[in-house]
């Protein structure tokens, strides 16, 4: 606190801070006390500390009036507590200079011996923090088979058809006329032209088609009829 304020008296020697245990070390008698020094010993090093009985506050216990008083470097800030550090630094870096440790109680006791400074903490390193396990790779989706093609429908073949030709119609023979007895040495020819038949022995053979199979072939005795 500054020496115009009755707050914060005497640190501790072993304050919390940040929630960390800190350990402490002595300053030596006589010896100059630093800008460091005197933060521990006024608010342990609490930028936004609050002395409620004498209005101090920041971390080097600015009385408002001071704080007030020093210019452009706290311009914009009602009161220490209202400044961020790195301003509180440049304030009583410009007060030390300007008028010496005397300003603040805590430097009396700092040079006399009877404050123990605060040392720096030997905090163990918060464990990392746990990593994700990596995600599960999902199993790729089993491919589906491809329809299997079904045979081409067997084409039924057409019944084969067996085609008989129509028999050649049965000459029926010409109405006769009469008719005549083979003789021996007769061939239709030669009946033809002795009877006189019209057509010769083709009309000849016409007329007898159901019992002359063949028309070089007759038999003696054999009737034939001649057509008209």
Request: charged share 5%; glycine share 10%; hydrophobic share 45%.
């Given at each position: 606190?500054?020496?115009?304020?009755?707050?914060?008296?005497?640190?501790?020697?072993?304050?919390?801070?940040?929630?960390?245990?800190?350990?402490?070390?002595?300053?030596?008698a006589n010896a100059a006390p630093s800008l460091d020094a005197i933060k521990q010993c006024e608010s342990g090093g609490n930028y936004q500390a609050h002395n409620a009985s004498s209005g101090a506050s920041g971390a080097y216990q600015f009385l408002t009036s001071t704080w007030q008083g020093m210019g452009a470097i706290t311009a914009g800030y009602a009161n220490a507590?209202?400044?961020?550090?790195?301003?509180?630094?440049?304030?009583?870096?410009?007060?030390?200079?300007?008028?010496?440790?005397?300003?603040?109680?805590?430097?009396?006791?700092?040079?006399?011996?009877?404050?123990?400074?605060?040392?720096?903490?030997?905090?163990?390193?918060?464990?990392?923090?746990?990593?994700?396990?990596?995600?599960?790779?999902?199993?790729?989706?089993?491919?589906?088979?491809?329809?299997?093609?079904?045979?081409?429908?067997?084409?039924?073949?057409?019944?084969?058809?067996?085609?008989?030709?129509?028999?050649?119609?049965?000459?029926?023979?010409?109405?006769?006329?009469?008719?005549?007895?083979?003789?021996?040495?007769?061939?239709?020819?030669?009946?033809?032209?002795?009877?006189?038949?019209?057509?010769?022995?083709?009309?000849?053979?016409?007329?007898?088609?159901?019992?002359?199979?063949?028309?070089?072939?007759?038999?003696?005795?054999?009737?034939?009829?001649?057509?008209?």
């Amino acid at each position: 606190m500054m020496k115009t304020s009755t707050a914060i008296r005497r640190g501790t020697a072993a304050v919390m801070m940040g929630g960390l245990a800190v350990g402490a070390f002595a300053v030596p008698a006589n010896a100059a006390p630093s800008l460091d020094a005197i933060k521990q010993c006024e608010s342990g090093g609490n930028y936004q500390a609050h002395n409620a009985s004498s209005g101090a506050s920041g971390a080097y216990q600015f009385l408002t009036s001071t704080w007030q008083g020093m210019g452009a470097i706290t311009a914009g800030y009602a009161n220490a507590a209202d400044a961020p550090a790195a301003v509180q630094d440049a304030a009583a870096a410009a007060l030390m200079e300007r008028s010496g440790p005397s300003q603040w109680e805590c430097s009396g006791m700092i040079s006399g011996g009877s404050y123990t400074a605060p040392a720096a903490a030997s905090v163990a390193p918060q464990s990392s923090s746990v990593q994700e396990s990596a995600p599960v790779q999902h199993a790729a989706p089993v491919q589906q088979a491809a329809p299997v093609q079904q045979a081409a429908p067997v084409q039924q073949q057409a019944p084969a058809v067996k085609y008989t030709a129509p028999a050649a119609p049965v000459q029926q023979a010409a109405p006769a006329a009469g008719t005549y007895t083979v003789q021996a040495g007769d061939t239709l020819g030669t009946i033809a032209n002795k009877l006189g038949v019209n057509g010769g022995w083709e009309a000849l053979f016409s007329a007898n088609a159901g019992s002359v199979a063949d028309a070089n072939l007759i038999f003696p005795g054999q009737v034939l009829n001649i057509p008209a």
